[in-house]
Each structure stands twice: as C-alpha cells, then as structure tokens.
C-alpha cells in the first residue's frame, strides 16, 4: 500500500502563548456555526409530532417538512463555496448568522406548511453554508501546530448543538412549545452575529485579494510575530502557482485532491452514522429494548458519548495525527457494526446492542466525525479551496439524504442484521481507502499541504 506524504518546506509557525487565547476565543466564536448546523438538524425530530396535528399534515406532507431543510442544504453549500471565496469567510459567515437568527424565527412562527417549509428552507441554506465555511475559516486562522484541535471544535460543536436540541425539545416537550424548538436557535446565532463583526478575516483570503496589509496585521494580531511575515510570504508563493475557477478542480494532481475529499465526505455518511443519530431509539426498540422512553434515555446517553469521544479527538488529533485517528477509527465502526448485525441476527438482549452502538459512536466521534471536516478544510489550495469545498459538502448532503432517505426500507429489505452488516463492509472500504489516500497533514502549513499535491502531479505527469 501506497501512502501519500506531505513534503514540507517553511516550518509552521508558532504562536506566542499569549495570543492563544486570541487564536481560542476567534475560533470558539467561529465554531457557533458548527453549533447552530447540530441543533438545526436535530431540533426537527422533537417537533414533528406537534406540526403534524397542528398543521393538520398527512404522513407524505410531514416527511416533506422535515425533509425540506435538507433540500435547503444541498443548495447551501452548492453557493457557499464561490460566495465566499468572492466576498471573503467572515463576511459569509456573517450573512449565515443573519439568516439563521431571521429563519429560525420564522419557522417558529410559521403557520401551516408553506410557510414553515420556506423558512425550513432557507434554515437548511444557513446550514450547508456554515457546514462549508466554519471549518474552513478556522483552517484558515489556525497555526499549523494546533489547527486539528481548533477546526475540530466545529464537530465538537455540531455534538453539543445535537445535544442541545435533544435537551431544548425534551423540556420544551411537556407544554407543547414546538415553536420555541426552533425559535431557540435565533440566541446562538445572535452570538456568531455579534462574534463575526468584531473577529477578523481569514488573512489568507485577504492575502489573494491582494489586501497584503491587511493579512499581515491579521496575522499578527493572531500571535504569528514575527513569523506572520515568512507565513504571508509562503502563501503570496502558492498563490503565484496554480489556477483559479471551478474547471481547475479536475486537473491532474488537484484532481486528485478532490478526489479524496469527496470519497471521504461520501465514507462519513455511508458508514450509517446519522441512522444512529436520527433513528438509535427505533433501531434499540427493534432490538427488544425494554421500552420506549428507556430507549430515548438511551438515546440520550449516545449524544453525550459523542461529545466526549470528540473533545478526545480534539486533544489527541496534533499529536496522533489525522491518518492514525481515521484509521483506527474506521476499523473499530467496522468492527462494532459487525456486532450490531450478529447481535441483531442472534436475537442477543437490547442491551447488548446498546452497547455495541455506544461502542460504534466513540469510533465515530474519536475520528471519522471530526477528522474528515478538518481534512476537507486543509487538503485544497486556498486559491479553490471554497469550491473544492462546495463539492466535498456537496456530497456529505447528497449520502446524507441518501442514507436517512433509504434506512427504513433497508432494515425492511434486509433485516436489521444485513443492513447494519453492509455498514460494515462500507466500513471496511473506508479503512482500505483512508489507508492507501489520505495524507498526513499533522503540523503542516496548508500551502506545504497544497504542494504535496503538485508533487504529485509532477510524479504522475
Ligand atoms: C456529520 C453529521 C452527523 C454528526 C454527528 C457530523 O460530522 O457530518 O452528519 O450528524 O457528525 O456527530
């Protein structure tokens, strides 16, 4: 098996200590996308009982209204990636903010189906837009030496807004106050409002639009020092290389790049993590789980796992590295989807299952939840790294859809113990491609990173 390297030639730069907390504080800020992207999803699955008997909605019209968010983005980060590449991150994120504090009351607000599927609408727009542009403005202003550990607060993030929503909709629940489930959202998102007019621009997107001042003070103001100079100088150098737009993707070498992101963007849904997320208290009730608030409880219980399991990844992803996390990760999902489907056909105790699925979850949450947005932010050149990204978020929507789409008739066709046994196998893909494509990118500057590629691409030319 091949393994592609990263060959370096500027060593990162390190940040004073003191601006650390700058560098924390930017990127804790930035990462309430990731939050509003988990609660977002998930608030819907508390709700939908309460719209249906109130908008009076047949079982086809409720599936429409929990499916239109996702609809939304799918179109999200289809614009995401060339808006902000063309109007910058932070002013995008901005925008996102605004659009996720306006919708999300809206959707609270809405009523009957039209006008809560349009505001759903535009709620799932503001989460494939911050889906693409969270991670990648923290790729962005992160020093290369602790950037796994910042980008991954996203995916902590997104954990915590799940959780969140499961907590909101539970207490919220007993009065029947569907419409503050998702009115809730609008206190995080006047947060990221507030946080990105006063946080910086990403200094590399200023840096190919030529504002050189301004990437300097904005480097420096990160804690770069005197090392903001020699970084700058290395990204003016990748960005003489290189093409811009869209078609430029498909080149040898970059192609490959793309590639990889959207494998792995495809991997990270196609290995069934959102059947455990959305449906684990129905896939506990199938196993003979005693009853049906034991296996919410249950549920519960999952969603904290996945928080901890990723603050584990954050510690661990500078130091162990991102190819190390996905590939034990990969092969433990294997393994524990495995037990799932042998339990499943032995008919062994709920409990059991429940186990097996926790199991499955810190194997998630340790690697291939939090490492594929980070390397999908890290493996493109910033001069197309928001359409490169456009395409891999594209595709996470795309299985996403697919997968929550077809579970139910799967576990119908096949059985509980077949389908989550073709999890597996995917899981076992996921480990042989992980092993074979994806690069190391621990430590690295993103323009040394961006030039593994074009080594490549001389090597294959
Ligand atoms: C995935 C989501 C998933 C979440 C669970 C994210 O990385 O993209 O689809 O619901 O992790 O933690």
């Not at 030639?9 to 700058?22: N, Q």
């Not at 249906?52 to 239109?68: C, K, N, P």
């Amino acid at each position: 098996m091949t393994c592609v390297n990263v060959n370096v030639t500027a060593p990162p730069t390190v940040v004073k200590p003191a601006a650390r907390g700058i560098v924390i504080l930017t990127a804790s800020v930035a990462a309430l996308g990731g939050l509003l992207f988990g609660y977002d999803t998930s608030v819907i699955s508390g709700a939908m009982l309460f719209l249906q008997t109130d908008f009076h909605l047949s079982d086809t019209q409720l599936e429409f209204a929990v499916g239109i968010a996702l609809a939304g983005a799918l179109v999200g980060s289809a614009f995401a990636g060339y808006s902000t590449d063309r109007w910058g991150r932070r002013f995008v994120l901005l925008g996102t903010g605004i659009g996720f504090a306006v919708f999300s009351v809206l959707s609270g607000m809405s009523v009957g189906l039209v006008s809560f599927s349009v505001a759903r609408f535009f709620v799932g727009a503001c989460i494939g837009v911050a889906s693409l542009v969270t991670p990648l403005y923290l790729s962005e202003m992160s020093p290369a030496t602790i950037r796994g550990a910042l980008v991954s607060l996203n995916q902590l993030a997104i954990t915590v807004g799940i959780g969140v929503a499961y907590f909101v909709d539970y207490s919220l629940a007993a009065h029947g106050s569907w419409r503050w489930m998702f009115m809730t959202a609008v206190f995080p998102a006047i947060v990221l409002v507030a946080g990105m007019i006063l946080l910086p621009e990403s200094p590399r997107w200023l840096a190919r639009k030529g504002f050189r001042d301004r990437a300097l003070a904005g480097f420096q103001r990160l804690g770069r020092g005197s090392g903001a100079e020699t970084e700058l100088r290395e990204i003016e150098r990748a960005l003489l290389e290189g093409k811009e737009g869209f078609l430029s993707l498909f080149r040898p070498g970059l192609r490959m790049a793309v590639f990889v992101g959207v494998a792995l963007a495809i991997f990270q849904q196609i290995t069934g993590i959102n059947t455990i997320i959305y449906y684990s208290p129905e896939i506990l009730r199938l196993s003979g789980y005693p009853s049906a608030k034991a296996a919410i409880l249950a549920a519960a219980v999952i969603g904290v796992v996945n928080i901890l399991t990723t603050v584990a990844s954050i510690v661990l992803v500078d130091w162990l590295g991102r190819r190390f996390l996905l590939l034990m990760s990969t092969a433990g999902m294997a393994i524990t989807l495995g037990l799932i489907g042998w339990s499943f056909s032995r008919h062994a105790a709920g409990v059991i299952v429940f186990y097996e699925m926790i199991g499955y979850i810190v194997f998630f949450g340790i690697g291939l939840g939090p490492v594929v947005w980070l390397l999908m932010a890290e493996i493109y050149p910033t001069k197309i790294r928001g359409q490169a990204m456009s395409l891999a978020t594209l595709s996470v929507w795309g299985a996403n859809g697919l997968v929550a789409g077809t579970f139910l008739s799967l576990i119908h066709a096949f059985g509980p113990a077949g389908t989550f046994s073709i999890f597996a196998a995917v899981c076992v893909l996921a480990f042989f491609f992980s092993l074979k494509f994806v690069p190391e990118t621990k430590g690295r500057t993103l323009e040394a990173i961006e030039r593994n590629w074009h080594d490549i691409e001389k090597r294959t030319s």
